[in-house]
């Protein structure tokens, strides 16, 4: 009894026991299973966080390509722009020209604000612009030198350029600024500068910054000939690493580190660099990963550093918040089943393989629409020069199909002269990285096209080979020889310019020292010739120069070279002369046959040239010698009438010296005190009074003593000195005036000439009103004489003065009236008040009828004509009897008085009048007449 007690409590127990352990085997199993769960738990999220990090340096690596290949496409757009300037051969004229044919590149590069070239001899710059609604302008800047220059604008339209603006120059020169100098760094093919401050051009007061990739072009014997700029703002900037930040599904910032710390692009950065946090700056060593806390919570960092291009010194920086969703997975590590992170791990998996395969096609894409949108044939070669991939254009330009190019070789596309050219490029971009060289490309069908070639060393799987863009130069070829032949022809007759006859004549020159003989240079220049462009217009005037031309071509034939110096200046070399006399007889025979009749434009004309001749050796050893001492022989001809010819001599180079003495010393006449006024006293033939005065320019110059008004007046005429002159002689004649009247003198009234020049260059009305008003003159104290020359100008602009200076109070005299330069017919339209006669009337023998009656038909029509008649020049009784007989109303001469200084002439204005009975009665000195 006791022992089955026992044996069942001992049952019992082990029963527990069993219970107890199983229990706790089975608390065990479970513990187990949680850890294990947890474990896995805690795994696969260390996992899904290491993954998130990893997408993160993906997506920073996949953004160091796109900005590495950004930069690289700036680069080779300035060194593709360099190459068309050395095609262009850079310089002010091809500057227009060039830029315009750098729009196609400038188009396939949205991200590029601006493309510029300056022009390192006379600081010309001209840049393409791309606003914010990617629409292209080209602007034009002229040399910081030029006078008058203006900043020229045109925008770039479907149909062609349209004028965008018009502007004064600011005197803005490239040279001056750092982008230019930076590209001078010896050592460098091109460089970046550094993010800077730029000088706005849209307008906006706020701050913008950029980046500027520069690079110097130089030619073969490296010369430099100027400065390419490529240049990217920050909003362009921004907006690129934006578009990545959109597609990379990260937070991006692009970071200057040197020369100091700034952020170039990303968050709350717009036209200018914002200041890097400082838990930023902590981490800019290097490559940097793993969390970082920032103002606006924690992040996940992947950070690397970049130097993209010379000159760039880059930090690029990828965030992502750190998820909720993490934080929550370790919270409830312990209730998720294996089976659901099995699951969700294996569709996140086929999730992200199915992103990295669309990401990859949408990479695939874009680079085959870039390579498509690019402006000429795109090609890759691998290392055996097969060519691997290529762009649309290459099919469509060689006409080979897509099967044929595959694999063909590089030497295919030239033809065997261009091998050794070829070689020489591709041993170039495998060497020193990139090339770039111009040849004939050779199509299917045989035809070869002009294309220039810019290309760099690519490495794919760390297989060397190369990508070069080619660009069809055809048109760019067309217009260099058209700039060519514009740089030695005139654009409106096409005859030579003095360009290539100075070519010529050297080689001339060279026969005639080798052979013997003379050669002559002819200086030909239309008589006149502004009364046609006025009367008939410009193109009129053009049209006859272009007959004019034709009519020299024709009158020379083989037997010379005809260039048109510019204006109506014309230049004629006569090679193989015998002698210095045949030259003056080829130069009369010319100037017979422009004598015909030339038939412009349904019209009859007849032309008059005067043409000076200097002969090869005698006149001067060189060729500009030549060209000065034709010009002394023309300007004589002018001179003496024109519609001559007249061959240098000896004198006229003195006389030439003469005049740039005469002209040298006008210069500084005023200032030196040299130049004073005389005055010659008015007379009126009635009473004897003295109703004004004529004030007379002299010189007394302190070596060629008193110089005649008949030897300075023309050359300060021909200066235009006479403009600074006639000033100074108007305001001391006004204040002479003025102090006389003030003194209560009658006959204060002072006459002074005006020329063609001072009517010609400047508002002669606005211009005596200021005299007057500054002199305080009274205007009717002032009389303004004018030449009858003046009047052959143009009438029309001469009586708009006339009806000015009378609406002024100021009256207006003829001067010289009679010399034949004006039509009796004028002067009915001329509202003057006084006509003065010529000397030339007056010194004639006024007792023989034939030149009696001219003066007295002079003095009668103009008395019909309401004009008060002043004879100049009255020496003798016997000329002043016979004027106060026929009407004449004043007179002036030495009779009176010779021209005297202003205080001989107060003295007589004292005196107030002479007795011209007395006069009248007088008989002539012997031996007058």
């Not at 838990?279 to 950070?303: M, N, P, T």
């Not at 320019?697 to 008004?709: F, I, N, T």
Request: hydrophobic content about 45%; glycine content about 8%; overall charge negative.
């Amino acid at each position: 009894m006791v022992d089955a007690t026992s044996h069942a409590a001992g049952s019992a127990g082990e029963h527990r026991r069993r219970s107890s352990w199983l229990q706790a085997a089975s608390f065990a199993i479970v513990a187990l299973a949680v850890l294990a769960l947890a474990a896995l738990a805690w795994s696969n999220l260390d996992d899904a966080r290491q993954g998130e990090q990893q997408q993160l340096q993906e997506s920073l690596a996949r953004t160091r390509e796109r900005v590495s290949a950004l930069v690289q496409a700036a680069e080779m757009t300035a060194h593709s722009a360099r190459q068309a300037a050395l095609v262009h051969h850079l310089s002010a004229q091809s500057l227009q020209p060039l830029l315009q044919s750098l729009v196609p590149a400038f188009q396939q590069r949205p991200e590029l604000s601006y493309l510029g070239v300056a022009v390192a001899d006379t600081g010309e710059y001209g840049y393409l612009e791309r606003s914010e609604s990617d629409e292209i302008s080209l602007w034009l800047y002229p040399a910081p030198t030029a006078a008058q220059a203006r900043v020229q604008g045109w925008a770039y339209l479907a149909d062609g350029w349209q004028k965008l603006a018009d502007l004064p120059g600011e005197g803005y020169d490239p040279r001056t600024r750092p982008f230019y100098q930076a590209a001078l760094m010896p050592g460098l093919a091109g460089t970046w500068m550094p993010a800077y401050r730029w000088i706005p051009r849209d307008g906006s007061a706020a701050p913008l910054w950029g980046l500027s990739y520069v690079t110097a072009v130089r030619d073969i014997d490296g010369r430099l000939l100027g400065v390419v700029d490529t240049d990217m703002h920050l909003p362009s900037l921004n907006r690129f690493v934006d578009a990545l930040a959109n597609d990379y599904g990260a937070n991006l910032r692009v970071v200057e580190t040197l020369p100091q710390q700034r952020v170039l692009a990303g968050p709350q950065v717009s036209r200018e660099p914002v200041t890097l946090d400082p838990a930023l700056a902590a981490v800019l060593d290097g490559a940097a990963q793993g969390r970082v806390a920032l103002a606006e919570g924690s992040s996940l960092l992947a950070s690397q550093a970049l130097n993209p291009g010379p000159g760039l010194h880059w930090q690029l920086m990828a965030l992502r918040p750190a998820t909720a969703w993490l934080a929550s997975l370790r919270q409830q590590a312990l209730q998720w089943l294996l089976i659901a992170v099995l699951l969700g791990a294996g569709t996140v998996l086929v999730m992200a393989r199915r992103r990295a395969e669309r990401r990859l096609r949408q990479e695939r894409d874009y680079a085959d629409a870039m390579l498509e949108a690019l402006p000429g044939v795109f090609q890759h070669y691998d290392q055996a020069l097969r060519l691997r991939r290529w762009n649309h254009s290459l099919e469509r330009v060689t006409g080979y199909t897509a099967q044929e190019l595959e694999g063909m070789d590089a030497f295919t596309f030239v033809p065997p002269d261009q091998y050794p050219k070829l070689r020489e490029g591709i041993e170039q971009v495998f060497d020193a990285g990139s090339f770039s060289l111009e040849t004939d490309y050779l199509m299917k069908n045989g035809r070869r096209v002009p294309y220039l070639f810019t290309g760099v060393q690519l490495r794919l799987g760390g297989r060397p080979g190369f990508v070069g863009l080619g660009t069809d130069v055809s048109e760019l070829k067309q217009a260099q020889q058209r700039v060519l032949y514009l740089a030695t022809h005139d654009a409106l007759t096409g005859l030579p310019n003095r360009n290539l006859l100075v070519e010529r004549m050297q080689g001339v020159i060279a026969q005639v020292q080798a052979e013997g003989g003379v050669a002559a240079l002819l200086l030909l220049d239309l008589d006149r010739f502004k009364l046609v462009n006025d009367g008939g217009g410009y193109p009129y005037g053009d049209a006859l120069l272009k007959a004019v031309a034709q009519r020299l071509g024709d009158s020379l034939g083989e037997d010379g070279v005809v260039a048109r110096q510019g204006g109506d200046e014309f230049m004629l070399l006569l090679p193989r002369l015998d002698t210095a006399a045949q030259a003056a007889s080829k130069a009369r025979a010319v100037l017979a046959a422009l004598a015909a009749p030339l038939h412009c434009e349904g019209r009859r004309v007849h032309v008059e040239a005067s043409i000076g001749v200097s002969v090869y050796p005698q006149d001067g050893q060189g060729i500009e010698e030549l060209i000065g001492t034709a010009d002394i022989a023309m300007y004589r001809a002018k001179a003496l009438g024109g519609n001559q010819v007249q061959v240098f001599d000896q004198d006229m180079r003195a006389q030439a010296r003469e005049r740039v003495q005469l002209e040298a010393g006008l210069r500084t006449a005023i200032a030196r005190g040299q130049l004073h006024l005389h005055y010659q006293p008015k007379v009126d033939l009635r009473d004897g009074r003295i109703v004004g005065s004529e004030a007379l320019l002299r010189w007394q110059h302190p070596e060629l003593g008193q110089v005649s008004p008949a030897r300075f007046i023309p050359v300060a005429e021909a200066s235009g000195l006479i403009v600074a002159i006639g000033d100074w002689v108007l305001r001391r004649a006004c204040t002479q005036a003025l102090a006389w009247s003030q003194a209560g003198l009658a006959g204060a009234k002072v006459a002074v000439n005006l020329s063609v020049r001072q009517l010609q260059h400047q508002d002669a009305v606005a211009w005596v009103q200021q005299v007057l008003d500054s002199t305080g003159l009274p205007a009717h104290l002032l009389e303004l004489e004018l030449t009858e020359s003046v009047l052959a100008q143009d009438m029309q602009h001469v009586v708009q003065v006339i009806t000015g200076l009378r609406a002024l109070g100021v009256a207006v005299a003829i001067d010289d009236f009679g010399t034949g330069y004006s039509s009796l017919g004028y002067l009915k339209h001329l509202c003057v008040d006084t006509l003065k006669l010529d000397r030339s009337f007056i010194d004639t023998r006024l007792e023989e009828p034939r030149e009696a009656g001219i003066v007295t038909a002079a003095i009668a029509l103009a008395g019909a004509l309401g004009f008060t008649v002043v004879a100049e020049g009255v020496e003798r009784a016997s000329q002043c009897r016979f004027l106060a007989q026929h009407g004449c109303d004043q007179v002036q001469g030495y009779l009176f008085s010779p021209p005297v200084d202003a205080a001989a002439m107060e003295r007589l204005l004292r005196q107030g009048s002479f007795e011209v009975d007395t006069m009248l009665a007088a008989p002539d000195p012997a031996g007058a007449g």
